[in-house]
């Protein structure tokens, strides 16, 4: 590869992965809250909100970093390869790599997680704020002898 955005152009095939996996990820979900009959996870604040945290420290840890070892000149860059547009000393390509993590990342713990035993409730039936089993309703026991 040769010309300026060559740096880029090398992170369009990952990107293509994580959007499939992202993509993928999705459908999982969706499947897995409609067999719970339940709708899609819509109420998931924390979820996200915790992903954008991260991903917002992964992106300043990787611009301050990257910055420290391109100035100390321990990795190099060839301007004819780049776009040219820079964050410090580093080129906006080379966070390419950290956006791509905040996606996949989470994508990869929906389609490897399993899914959650039933609940004590969905076992032995409902119960109230105690703990306590609700009491039998005689018209619907069965007859006495019966196992």
Do not use: C
């Amino acid at each position: 590869m040769t010309g300026s955005g060559a740096y880029a152009l090398l992170a369009v095939p990952f990107f293509a992965a994580v959007a499939v996996v992202a993509l993928a990820a999705g459908v999982v979900a969706a499947r897995r809250a409609r067999a719970r009959g339940r709708r899609a996870p819509t109420g998931r604040r924390i979820v996200l909100v915790t992903g954008l945290v991260a991903g917002v420290a992964l992106l300043v840890m990787t611009i301050v970093f990257d910055n420290v070892i391109v100035t100390l000149r321990i990795v190099a860059y060839d301007p004819a390869l780049i776009s040219g547009a820079k964050i410090g000393a580093i080129p906006v390509e080379d966070l390419a790599y950290s956006i791509a993590a905040i996606v996949l990342l989470p994508s990869l713990w929906v389609l490897f997680d399993r899914p959650t035993r039933p609940s004590q409730e969905d076992r032995t039936g409902p119960r109230d704020r105690t703990g306590a089993r609700p009491a039998p309703d005689p018209t619907t026991a069965p007859p006495e002898g019966s196992p």
